[in-house]
């Protein structure tokens, strides 16, 4: 891998070669390094597809999620006949197709305390496309540990965040958000939507930290957050800095092995978006689904947008369509007298829905735990997902 271009890799890589900046060398480092990216999706779609095509020599993809009718509108990696298959088999296809000569690894595992020290051993950077809280901090924790640094994005409707992270003597996420949200708080891109666009910005600038970094040219994000708005289509950069006091990074860290993400976030565990995390104000799909066939009276109010009820809804079984924001108006057309079962996409609006009843005195409302996702996934799998 040390030796010199191939004429094909002198031909493919000629407009790398030929900026000053970039050179033979920079194509040679290129093609001597390695690069993981977590998660496979719309940030990862991106970045995995321009790493492969900088000739970068190793590339890793995690991801244990099949490809959905809902991914293809910023998932890039996928297309149609894919949907319905693991994401890493298409992803590998796509990738090796692109440039055979990228040696591409896949995990098809959810990652986790357990195994994200082993899985991200050995790289030279890493490239952080999840979604997920838990995932964040994770990813961040493991990285600093291991001292490889990593490509920070995210992305909620025309908003997105860059930076690189884990850099010597340079912040960590932590430094910048020292603990997660309260959960339900920040919604999902599922929830809050985002431009098809967006990711395919933002990951391509993750893409371009990596490169930069894998080179030593330029000078990356490590140090500043890159804020994106698509809509005005301005850019903006703060400057960050290492936190002496940070719990992972700092001079005396207090957290010195990975800890439980999923509970340190707040979040159910993985799954239980769509089986449901039960509390003492949810009932189970199945509950409902035995109400339903039993004939009991009760209100069920569906409280997602407009364009989520098209796509699926329980209309069959009496629900009614209620968004979030338009709760506190609807409350007078609501029977206190009848039982009240609240249900969103997967949950946390639900949980909302049903704290702000119980506080106006509907003391019978309760969450369908898992959403409308739990009952596509347990009781009606003809339903469509998104």
């Known amino acids: 891998m040390d030796g010199d271009l191939s004429r094909d890799e002198l031909v493919r890589y000629g407009r790398h070669v030929s900026i000053p900046e970039v050179g033979l060398a920079g194509q040679r480092r290129l093609r001597a390094s390695s690069v993981l990216i977590v998660g496979a999706g719309g940030l990862g779609s991106p970045a995995a597809l321009y790493l492969a095509a900088a000739g970068v020599g190793r590339l890793g993809l995690v991801d244990h999620d099949r490809v959905e009718l809902s991914n293809l509108q910023r998932q890039v990696l996928y297309d149609t006949d894919a949907v319905g298959t693991p994401k890493l088999a298409s992803a590998r296809a796509r990738l090796t197709g692109l440039n055979p000569d990228v040696a591409v690894e896949t995990f098809e595992t959810r990652m986790d305390s357990s195994n994200a020290l082993e899985i991200l051993e050995g790289w030279d950077f890493v490239i952080d496309g999840s979604d997920n809280f838990p995932t964040r901090y994770l990813v961040n924790d493991a990285c600093v540990m291991l001292g490889t640094p990593f490509a920070y994005g995210a992305i909620l409707r025309f908003e997105g965040q860059a930076s690189v992270f884990g850099a010597p003597d340079g912040p960590c996420y932590r430094c910048l958000f020292r603990d997660p949200p309260p959960p339900g708080l920040v919604p999902n891109c599922a929830e809050a939507g985002v431009l098809g666009v967006l990711p395919g910005i933002v990951g391509s600038i993750q893409a371009n930290e990596a490169i930069k970094w894998l080179t030593g040219i330029g000078d990356t994000l490590a140090g500043r957050l890159l804020l994106i708005d698509a809509l005005r289509m301005e850019f903006r950069s703060l400057d960050i800095r ?103 996409r997967s949950g946390p609006r639900g949980d909302q829905a049903v704290e702000y009843l119980r506080a106006v005195g509907f003391d019978t409302a309760v969450n369908l735990a898992g959403g409308i996702l739990a009952w596509a996934e347990e009781i009606d799998p003809a339903m469509p997902q998104y």
């Not at 449901?276 to 066939?293: F, N, P, Q, T, Y």
């Open 242 to 344: 290492r936190d002496p006091d940070c719990v992972v990074c700092g001079s005396e860290p207090s957290v010195t092995e990975l800890i439980d993400y999923e509970r340190f976030c707040g979040a159910p565990p993985d799954g239980a978006e769509t089986e449901g995390a039960m509390h003492d104000l949810d009932i189970d799909v199945h509950e409902l689904k035995r109400r339903i066939d039993a004939g009991e009276r009760f209100q069920l109010i569906d409280v997602r947008e407009d364009y989520e009820w098209a796509i699926c809804n329980l209309e069959e079984a009496g629900a009614r369509l209620v968004p979030l924001a338009t709760l506190p108006a609807a409350v007078e057309s609501l029977d206190a007298s009848e039982p009240l079962i609240i249900h969103c």
